[in-house]
Nanobody, 120 residues
Framework: QVQVVESGGGLVQAGGSLRLSCAASGSIYSINAMAWYRQAPGNQRELVAAITSGGYTTYVDSVKGRFTISRDNAENTWYLQMNGLKPEDTAVYFC??????????????WGQGTQVTVSS
């Protein structure tokens, strides 16, 4: 089992910054990719940013140029630096880890989510 815990959410004014952290622990063998999703009330969960084990990154268009995903492989920790926050970024942000065990079985693990609220 792999445990995933997010932290770093909070309340910030428009134009401000926050940094989210995601830490994975437990029986970690191989992490293929890690992603940040978000879900606002009444909306579906959407992919915000992702980073593969090879360092390839992808972002949803609405956050390009404002958000940066990064990683600390040694610590199994990932970050989402969010600058220039807008009220429409308000959502619960979830960390997702794509993991393979020693048998090559892949499974996604989710964190519990962290609330980000941007006031106008």
């Amino acid at each position: 089992q792999v445990q995933v815990v997010e932290s770093g959410g909070g309340l910030v004014q428009a134009g401000g910054s926050l940094r989210l952290s995601c830490a994975a622990s437990g029986s970690i063998y191989s992490i293929n990719a890690m992603a940040w999703y978000r879900q606002a009330p009444g909306n579906q969960r959407e992919l915000v940013a992702a980073i593969t084990s090879g360092g390839y990154t992808t972002y949803v268009d609405s956050v390009k140029g404002r958000f940066t995903i990064s990683r600390d492989n040694a610590e199994n920790t990932w970050y989402l630096q969010m600058n220039g926050l807008k009220p429409e970024d308000t959502a619960v942000y979830f960390c997702n880890v794509d993991h393979s065990n020693t048998y090559g079985h892949r499974r996604n693990y989710w964190g519990q989510g962290t609330q980000v609220t941007v006031s106008s």
